[in-house]
């Protein structure tokens, strides 16, 4: 076919976009506008650091849920619930010889008068058998500390060290959830400098192999330095209003170079194109900011709006992670179109590289990309039919899944606190880990007869071994000996509770049921159950009610997005369900690898729980459906950009996935090193969420992006750009306008539209508008 006439460089542009004239406005005063970043990016970087003593390492639950309002009322009122630290104390022999018994009382009466320590239960001096191992060699202080999150982990941190350092002949070791916090802190912190250390090198020279040039390639990196410090110091100052969670800076780095160094790697690309086309830098700066900037911009917003899907959830988890993902998408946008310009211009043709002829826009077709995609399009249905059931098989073991929620065994085996908690799960009657607690609220004027009738009613419940009461113990509906020690408070003003002993796991199926069953107990009084196993179905609960308006605002977000830069509505459509394939797949990976236990010489020693963490998914379906719109506006933006100067669909498609295959390739190459970078962390959701987002980006850069996306717009065809009047109106309103794009930049190559008369490859009309 006969292509268009190139155009002249030199012609004058049409009229500024307001990013232009942004730019053209800070050009006026770089060096100052430069020297005013580098000086706010410092200072907001000293605000940043201050985060790491800030993190929290819970909210993974909501706040406002039965078994939090349970937990809160056995900490405040009865001296019971989850301990913040249990220390476990050895002997060489027997805690009950002399030595060791003495030893143990006087560390008893310190941790009792210590001003840090609320309330502590001891197997010194009354022996309670509960906080004694079976073999006797090992005995539990269980202590409950003062203050709030950051005070109680720094207490336990301070204990934990003077016990053991401070108990000879005894050897004390520390469980609880304080100090998980404080090493989950620790450990996440390690793993954020270790990652860094391997992701940046190499990044460093993937983009100088892509660029061939260092200059292109520094530049890149500092727009994502910049996101990453600006979103520290945001993340700092949210610390004082709510928690953000120890993940939240991971996730800030990764995804932030991640995201920064696409944008970074679209804009110069396309301002190096342009060079070679013959404008000069100034000009090439600008048009860069008209379109590529164009598709940057669109790029941000989808995926600050996608994790903006995670704040429907009431957990301080996603909720910090999305204020995170939002803030460094957010700021690598706008780094990208507005500071990486003005670099742009200061350095000049530097950047340029190799001087040579521009793109031939496919013709003669040699590249691999470009064979790809025409090889692709000759049997798109063939494609279509081998990579899809791919996907499908990838996803199965997906059907399988089981949810839980993170606990010691995150922290990795070897990890301290790990094999304390471990040593009481194994060594220790069934009272030291009790699966759940009722608390009765307002018991004060019950009759004890009707507490015992609901004790003896709970005790009787399938998988419930004893229950605890003020009065004595129940077990199969029958009066047992009372286990609990002397100095425990069943009841009081506030109310009463009751400790059920159960032989189900917490975080299983049979362990779900039971928190279901123990609801179902008619109680004489409203009754809040608590524990592990409680705290993951009301987390199970509020995910699934949230689920579908997370979900919504995702679709409904990419949706309109991409309708209002392309003006199609089957293009969209397209790109949801694919993505949706390919995650799916990612999820039934997922599933193999850490429910399931393969593979672990591949990605690296886990412990294997025979559970999926429920908040983790959500949070990859978030983050994947906003990162892989990136590599389809790249690729769109080249597609629409040719075929509105042909009208040929399929050799749209070649040139577009021609032009930008190397681009999204490497780009997900560089997104996928941060995230495996990420993945090296022996925490186990650090890992998770690395391997599958690493999964997901490889998936959709490969199979999806340069298989499964030009078959179906060859098999499409004219429908590709079919729009509904309705819609079409709405898109000539407040879409992007052809204008806009390069096809109306007089003086770039293809600058003339094809009229209609002369299109050709199935005649479908270029201007959507128009469809």
Not at 654 to 678: C, D, H, N, S
Request: aromatic share 6%; net charge positive.
């Amino acid at each position: 076919m006969t292509r268009a006439p190139r155009g002249t460089p030199g012609t004058p542009v049409p009229p500024r976009t307001r990013p232009e004239r942004l730019v053209r406005l800070l050009s006026r005063r770089r060096h100052v506008f430069l020297a005013l970043t580098l000086l706010v990016t410092l200072g907001l970087g000293a605000v940043g650091t201050g985060v790491f003593g800030k993190l929290s390492g819970g909210g993974w639950t909501p706040a406002d849920s039965d078994s939090a309002r349970a937990d809160a009322l056995l900490r405040e009122h009865f001296r019971s619930g989850s301990p913040d630290l249990v220390l476990l104390v050895g002997a060489p022999g027997s805690v009950d010889e002399p030595r060791a018994a003495a030893a143990g009382r006087r560390l008893t009466e310190r941790l009792r008068t210590d001003a840090r320590v609320r309330h502590l239960d001891s197997y010194w001096p009354d022996g309670d058998p509960a906080l004694v191992s079976r073999d006797r060699s090992t005995a539990l202080i269980s202590l409950r500390l003062r203050g709030g999150e950051h005070a109680v982990s720094a207490s336990a941190e301070d204990i934990r060290r003077e016990a053991a350092a401070g108990t000879a002949p005894l050897k004390a070791s520390a469980a609880g959830r304080a100090v998980a916090k404080r090493d989950l802190e620790k450990q996440s912190r390690h793993d954020l400098v270790r990652a860094e250390l391997i992701a940046a090198p190499l990044v460093l020279l993937i983009l100088v192999w892509v660029f061939g040039n260092l200059l292109s390639a520094l530049l890149a990196l500092s727009v994502g330095g910049i996101a990453v410090v600006g979103t520290l110091a945001l993340l700092r100052a949210l610390t004082e209003f709510t928690q953000v969670s120890v993940f939240a800076v991971n996730l800030t780095t990764a995804l932030g170079f991640g995201l920064a160094i696409d944008y970074g790697l679209f804009l110069i690309t396309r301002h190096r194109e342009e060079l070679a086309a013959g404008r000069d830098v100034r000009e090439a700066v600008l048009v860069s900011v008209r379109t590529a900037g164009r598709t940057v911009f669109f790029s941000a917003l989808t995926v600050t709006l996608s994790m903006a899907a995670l704040l429907v959830f009431p957990l301080h988890f996603l909720r910090s992670l999305a204020y995170a993902g939002m803030s460094v998408a957010a700021l690598a946008g706008l780094t990208a179109v507005l500071v990486l310009p003005v670099c742009l211009l200061v350095a000049g043709d530097r950047v340029a590289g190799r001087r040579g002829p521009p793109p031939s826009a496919g013709v003669g077709g040699g590249g691999l990309f470009h064979r790809t995609a025409r090889t692709v399009m000759r049997r798109p249905a063939l494609t279509v039919v081998l990579v899809v059931p791919l996907l499908l098989c990838l996803a199965s073991p997906f059907q399988r899944v089981e949810f839980g929620l993170s606990d010691d065994r995150a922290l990795g085996a070897a990890s301290p606190v790990h094999r304390a908690t471990d040593v009481v799960r194994d060594d220790f009657g069934t009272r030291a880990t009790a699966l759940a607690s009722i608390v009765l609220p307002g018991l004060a004027g019950t009759s004890s007869r009707s507490l015992d009738d609901y004790a003896r009613q709970v005790s009787l419940t399938s998988h419930v071994l004893r229950v605890d009461t003020a009065t004595g113990s129940y077990a199969g509906g029958r009066p047992s000996a009372p286990p609990a020690p002397a100095s425990a408070r069943f009841s009081g003003p506030e109310g009463g509770w009751l400790s059920v002993v159960t032989d189900a796991e917490p975080f299983s199926v049979e362990g779900r049921a039971l928190v279901r069953a123990l609801r179902a107990v008619p109680a004489p009084v409203p009754a809040l159950v608590g524990g592990d196993a409680a705290a993951l179905v009301d987390t199970g609960d509020v995910v699934g009610e949230r689920l579908g308006s997370a979900v919504a605002i995702v679709v409904l977000v990419i949706f309109t997005l991409l309708f209002l830069f392309t003006g199609s509505v089957l293009v969209p459509v397209k790109a949801l369900l694919l993505n949706l394939l390919s995650l799916t797949a990612t999820f039934g990976a997922i599933v193999y690898i850490f429910q399931d236990g393969n593979l672990r010489w591949l990605v690296g020693d886990f412990l294997v729980t025979g559970t999926t963490d429920t908040l983790l998914p959500v949070l990859m379906f978030c983050i994947a459906f906003g990162v892989s719109m990136d590599y389809e506006m790249f690729l769109l933006s080249r597609i629409m950009e040719e075929h509105r100067r042909t009208g040929d669909t399929t050799s749209a498609v070649a040139f577009g996935l021609e032009q930008t295959g190397r681009l999204f390739t490497a780009a997900a190459l560089v997104l996928g090193i941060a995230m495996a970078a990420m993945a090296t962390s022996p925490l186990t959701p650090l890992k998770l969420l690395g391997v599958g987002l690493t999964l997901a980006v490889v998936l959709d850069a490969t199979l999806v992006r340069m298989l499964l996306v030009p078959a179906i717009m060859k098999m499409a065809g004219r429908a590709n750009w079919w729009c509904p009047r309705p819609l079409r109106r709405l898109h000539a309103r407040f879409g992007v306008r052809e204008s806009e794009s390069r096809a109306a930049l007089p003086g770039l190559p293809g600058a003339r539209e094809v009229p209609p008369a002369e299109r050709t490859g199935g005649g479908e009309s270029p201007d959507v508008t128009r469809a």
